[in-house]
């Protein structure tokens, strides 16, 4: 079949997008169900994600090894992505009692997490070291100037000209000074550290020159690597809170610390759901604007669980076959009843997302539960946590766990027991102390929780990023909480999406210079049409940060 793909759903993956960005590039998947399906095969994807040792050992269990490594002897085209490329090499430290496929040299190791975040998410670069054959040329469709999205705690060290001699092209990132294999090829294999199923039309033009065997090209116009230094982007991400208007209809709307109503409309109980779009239009919009990131919040999910036929997962659907960016869904990720009566785990409902196209599930209250418990038991890990349970199965990366802080002024921290900072934004009554208290259920209740606790408890548990709210400033325009982003960044080493008080672009330059913040967020100045996500970008770009500015 001339323009099929053959694709090894191995592990629980989602696999959703890589499925969506090959058929937009005009191929076919055809799945490997069995290890006797690769003597048919004419185009391999080997995706991966998670653990290397969990790959890797179902690999083997599912009897794949063996016909797999035939299937590369053989010659014909096979493309690895993410643990797909590292489980070519010798072995991981990882889980270093599990051998790789050894059909690369090489050991991945762990990216240091002393002046970073690890896991590594996000926009980096894949340059392509210049050898004779590759000079000026476009190895897969890979650009210089362009920008990849990786997710990866552990990666392959570059050292130049090793891996090379043994005939193996090589294109790199840079992560805090550490340089990585992003790409490898030689003769059929071809493999990517980054996912180019999500990063925009570059990376479907990475996955269109491999499945049309367009192994080399000429570059681009857009070809030149702009990059200084390390080549990590700043994120921008777009986020669209979603509900049921009084019509019935699912919008995107956006609240006043909260407050989605509009203030002095019709009945007494508030005014109508803020409307500000419809959510797959808006999803579209923002990622041909250039969001790093698109990010849908059902902030009504604590109300009712209608698990099996919850439109989100249409909103899903539809988003993720036109919206080549990584896209997360948050509300109502926890154990929940169906209507019917019958029990769902966070797991079972995280996986429907998945499914449907969500590259990241976001938990919101249900985490301020667990972490509660968390303490209450002496900081025991109980292994049945959605957090421990979606990172087991989908790897930390696929866990956000999305906080809504609300600060509570004190005079002096001996007056509670949280942690309290000195602001200097005084409270009220003049207090110059304030702790950053946890809320469930959008805010409604507040807990007996930090932020800082619960973000490291969240990280114990497997949470692979955090993204920080901030009720006082949600909608108001003034700008992130500084105070309140350094406290987190300080206490985690995982990364962390600064988000609410986003008016302007200076706001985001303000995030990114005044604080180590990975990413940054904004909804309500973006669907209210003030400003464009590609207008922060290019202004971020103006000001001499690193962004992702091709499409
Ligand atoms: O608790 O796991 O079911 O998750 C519910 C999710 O819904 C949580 O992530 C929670 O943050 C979110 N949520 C619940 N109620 C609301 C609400 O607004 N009434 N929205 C809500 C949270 C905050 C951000 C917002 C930024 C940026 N909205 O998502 O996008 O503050 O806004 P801005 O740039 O306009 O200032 P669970």
Same mark, same amino acid.
């Given at each position: ?38 003597? =048919? ?19 083997? +269990?599912?009897?794949? *090894?063996? #016909? ?7 010659? +014909? ?21 599990? #051998? ?5 040299? !090489? ?9 970073? %975040? ?6 980096? %670069?894949?340059? *392509? ?92 116009? =857009? ?17 669209? =809170? ?10 995107? *709307?956006? !609240? ?22 419809? #959510? ?11 969001? =790093? ?63 449907? !196209? ?19 038991? !002496? ?25 809504? @802080? ?19 934004? @005084?409270? #009220? ?123």
């Amino acid at each position: 079949m001339p323009n099929t793909v053959h694709l090894l759903d191995y592990v629980a993956g989602n696999v959703r997008s890589l499925v969506n960005a090959i058929e937009k590039v005009g191929y076919k998947v055809v799945w490997i169900k069995d290890p006797a399906d690769l003597a =048919d095969a004419e185009r391999v994807i080997l995706p991966g994600v998670g653990h290397f040792g969990h790959c890797l050992s179902s690999l083997s +269990k599912a009897s794949f *090894t063996e #016909p797999l490594k035939a299937y590369i002897a053989s010659g +014909k085209p096979f493309m690895g992505i993410c643990v797909g490329l590292q489980g070519l090499f010798d072995s991981s430290a990882e889980d270093p009692e599990v #051998p790789g496929l050894g059909i690369i040299p !090489g050991t991945l190791t762990k990216f240091d997490s002393i002046t970073k %975040s690890v896991p590594h998410i996000g926009w980096n %670069s894949a340059i *392509t070291a210049e050898s004779e054959e590759t000079q000026g040329r476009s190895l897969y469709g890979l650009v210089p100037g362009r920008k990849y999205y990786y997710v990866h705690s552990y990666a392959v060290p570059y050292t130049p000209g090793e891996l090379e001699s043994q005939g193996w092209d090589v294109a790199t990132g840079t992560y805090g000074g550490e340089k990585f294999v992003g790409a490898i090829a030689k003769g059929n294999i071809f493999a990517t550290q980054f996912h180019p199923e999500k990063s925009g039309e570059a990376g479907l033009a990475v996955i269109k020159a491999f499945l049309d065997g367009n192994r080399l090209s000429d570059l681009p116009q =857009d070809s030149q690597a702009k990059e200084v230094g390390d080549g990590l982007t700043r994120r921008v991400i777009a986020c669209l =809170d979603v509900r049921t208007n009084d019509d019935g209809d699912l919008v995107v *709307t956006k !609240g006043d610390q909260y407050d989605v109503r509009e203030k002095g409309t019709t009945s007494s109980a508030g005014g109508q759901v803020r409307n500000l779009g419809k #959510p797959v239009d808006l999803a579209k919009r923002y990622y041909e604007s250039g969001a =790093d990131e698109v990010t849908f919040l059902n902030i009504t999910s604590f109300r009712n669980c209608p698990v099996a036929d919850t439109p989100m997962l249409d909103v899903l659907r539809l988003t993720s076959e036109e919206v080549f960016v990584p896209l997360t869904i948050g509300g109502g990720i926890r154990d929940v009843v169906d209507t019917d009566g019958t029990k769902i785990s966070a797991l079972e409902v995280a996986t429907m997302y998945f499914k449907s !196209g969500a590259d990241k599930v976001s938990i919101g209250s249900d985490a301020v539960i667990a972490a509660e418990e968390y303490f209450a038991s !002496g900081k025991q890990l109980s292994g049945k946590t959605a957090i421990e349970t979606i990172s087991k199965a989908y790897g930390n990366q696929a866990v956000v766990v999305s906080v809504d @802080p609300r600060r509570v002024y004190v005079a002096s921290p001996q007056d509670t027991k949280r942690h309290a900072i000195k602001t200097a934004f @005084p409270g #009220p009554n003049g207090e110059e102390y304030c702790w950053y208290q946890c809320t469930i259920k959008g805010g409604r209740e507040g807990r007996d929780v930090d932020v800082q606790e619960l973000v490291t408890a969240v990280e114990a548990m497997g949470c692979g990023e955090i993204l920080l709210n901030c009720i006082d400033k949600d909608g108001t325009n003034s700008g992130f909480d500084l105070e309140l982003i350094s406290e987190v960044k300080r206490s985690v080493k995982i990364p962390v999406i600064a988000s609410s008080g986003a008016g302007n672009p200076g706001h985001f330059l303000e995030v990114f210079e005044k604080t180590t913040t990975d990413a940054a967020l904004g909804a309500g100045m973006f669907h209210r049409g003030e400003y464009t996500v590609g207008q922060v970008k290019d202004y971020l770009a103006g000001e001499g940060l690193v962004v992702r500015t091709s499409k």
